[in-house]
């Protein structure tokens, strides 16, 4: 053998002494400290056997591909081949590592019983239980669109119903009105067949009047001309119209029901272990607030002062508030500009090309955080100046047009005090109210009615649940702040738990928000940092 190959070879386990055994079941090359180690561990069925009589070890080797009449006893690392002593004297292989090719095939045999394990433990049930998924989703795909199909049938049913029954409604008014109408002209012919028998009543007197020539029957004739020259007026009779517009087939699709476009979400899971990506240092003594402008994030704490960073950390801008105090709910609109939070002052303004405007002021009420929606409204939560009632109301236009305070049972959905109560919305729309005072996460749907509270994880009793900011992302998750327990609950959107975020070295997470590639932004209370952490 070459001297430059490593002729003694070594234990798997301690990787010092020399090899003396061979475990058959776990394929383990051991020297004999190890032995007793080995056996004595997981409990797993044993053969040790001495090295030189296992099977593996009675392989013969491979012929070189080079030298036919040789045999490869070593293997280069560099070259990745079995190399045979005539290859060696080539010098082809001068420098390189050399190892006993029969320890090589040992380790390669490892990788590839390990890669075995993997692939049959791991990976293929994931791939399997995928497919058993997406089979399942089409099963239920195909049973919802007959659900469709049969709705629009139903539907149709309905419309030929209501049709029928206005089709049935007009030709009884027609019948109805045709029944009025013949009355009056049977009564007017009536009349008028009276005047006739009258009139020839008349002719038949004057005519005996006439033949007879008598004085007396001339003298006390009386004329009836007169009236009768007075005829009854015309009836003209216009006969009703049957108005029949031309159908809008638009507007008719409108109003029969359309079908909503095709919505494939792809289902991101989460990360078994989050990983921190970024980190951004604001200078503020405290951090309340962040928020995402595309690649830019807003941030606010104690100071009169909002900045504007990229995710590189780079200052890009300052907005000082109008009035000089702490802003300290933040947002972005779907245009892109700053609203912030003014509670002393009862204010929500507007930043507009570095220019604030006021645009809600309100009475006896005073606002803290806000949320951009889906539609462009605002989402604001407040407390009455008493500090005994707390509410969430809706601003289309920066106009009041919703107000929930209360449950169906007039219960206060909200604690009554000024403590944070972060908001956000969620892509089911419904509004998720972290409320600090409460414990508990308050969510309900777009009319204000309560879906749920989620009061933390069931196991986690040792300490209070104190949701600070909360958010969500495309995959309805809903994201709260844990500040003391130093971690982040996600929630599916109907509150069940799914997982912490906690192994990101995170002090006193207090607000959140995602980006647009569903990252999470943390800001820090007391450190002030912004930690960008992946999730998904």
């Not at 006739?196 to 004739?221: A, C, F, G, R, W």
Request: aromatic content about 8%; some cysteine.
């Amino acid at each position: 053998m070459d001297p430059r190959a490593q002729d003694v070879l070594l234990c798997d386990l301690c990787n010092t002494n020399p090899l003396q055994s061979y475990c058959e079941h776990c394929h383990i090359n051991m020297c004999t400290n190890c032995v007793s180690k080995h056996v004595s561990g997981p409990s797993k069925k044993h053969n040790i056997v001495p090295y030189h009589l296992h099977s593996k070890f009675t392989q013969t080797h491979s012929k070189c591909s080079n030298h036919a009449e040789k045999d490869c006893k070593l293997y280069c690392e560099k070259c990745e081949i079995p190399v045979c002593p005539t290859c060696l004297s080539s010098g082809k292989h001068d420098g390189h590592t050399l190892f006993d090719v029969m320890k090589k095939l040992d380790s390669k045999n490892r990788c590839l019983r390990d890669d075995l394990e993997e692939l049959e433990t791991k990976i293929y049930p994931r791939y399997e239980e995928t497919a058993s998924d997406v089979r399942s989703e089409k099963a239920e795909l195909e049973k919802n669109y007959g659900k469709l199909a049969i709705a629009a049938e139903q539907q149709g049913e309905v419309w030929h119903r209501q049709i029928t029954a206005i089709v049935n409604q007009l030709k009884s008014d027609i019948a109805e009105t045709k029944i009025k109408d013949m009355a009056v002209l049977e009564k007017h012919i009536s009349e008028i067949m009276h005047r006739i028998v009258e009139i020839k009543q008349v002719i038949l007197e004057i005519k005996n009047i006439l033949d007879t020539n008598d004085i007396s029957l001339t003298s006390t004739y009386k004329s009836r001309n007169n009236e009768f020259n007075q005829l009854s007026p015309k009836i003209k009779v216009t006969l009703p119209s049957l108005s029949t517009p031309t159908i809008n087939t638009e507007k008719l699709t409108e109003m029969f029901g359309s079908l909503s476009s095709l919505s494939i979400t792809k289902i991101r899971p989460l990360l078994d272990e989050p990983r921190l990506d970024a980190t951004i240092d604001t200078d503020y003594t405290e951090l309340y607030s962040v928020c995402c402008l595309g690649e830019q994030i807003w941030t606010c704490g104690r100071d009169k002062i909002m900045k504007l960073f990229n995710l590189g950390g780079k200052l890009l801008t300052s907005i000082k508030t109008r009035s000089g105090d702490i802003p300290w709910g933040i947002t972005v609109t779907r245009d892109g500009y700053l609203v912030y939070t003014d509670p002393d002052k009862r204010t929500v303004n507007l930043v507009k090309n570095k220019k604030i405007q006021n645009v809600i002021t309100l009475h006896g009420w005073k606002p803290r955080y806000v949320c951009s929606t889906s539609d462009d409204d605002l989402l604001l939560t407040m407390f009455s100046d008493s500090r005994k009632q707390s509410k969430v109301v809706r601003y289309s236009d920066f106009t009041e047009t919703q107000t929930i305070q209360f449950d169906d049972q007039g219960r206060l959905l909200y604690s009554s005090g000024f403590l944070p109560k972060y908001i956000s919305e969620n892509r089911n729309l419904d509004i998720c109210v972290a409320d600090y005072e409460a414990e508990a996460v308050v969510v309900v749907n777009r009319s204000g009615n309560l879906r749920f509270r989620y009061t933390g994880h069931p196991s986690y009793t040792k300490k209070s649940f104190h949701p600070y900011g909360i958010t969500t992302d495309s995959q309805s998750h809903i994201l709260t702040a844990d500040c003391y327990s130093h971690r982040i609950h996600i929630l599916d959107q109907d509150g069940q738990f799914l997982r912490y975020i906690q192994n990101c070295n995170l002090r006193r997470p207090w607000g959140l928000c995602v980006d647009i590639r569903d990252n999470l932004l943390v800001a820090e209370w007391d450190t002030a940092k912004v930690k960008k952490i992946q999730y998904l």
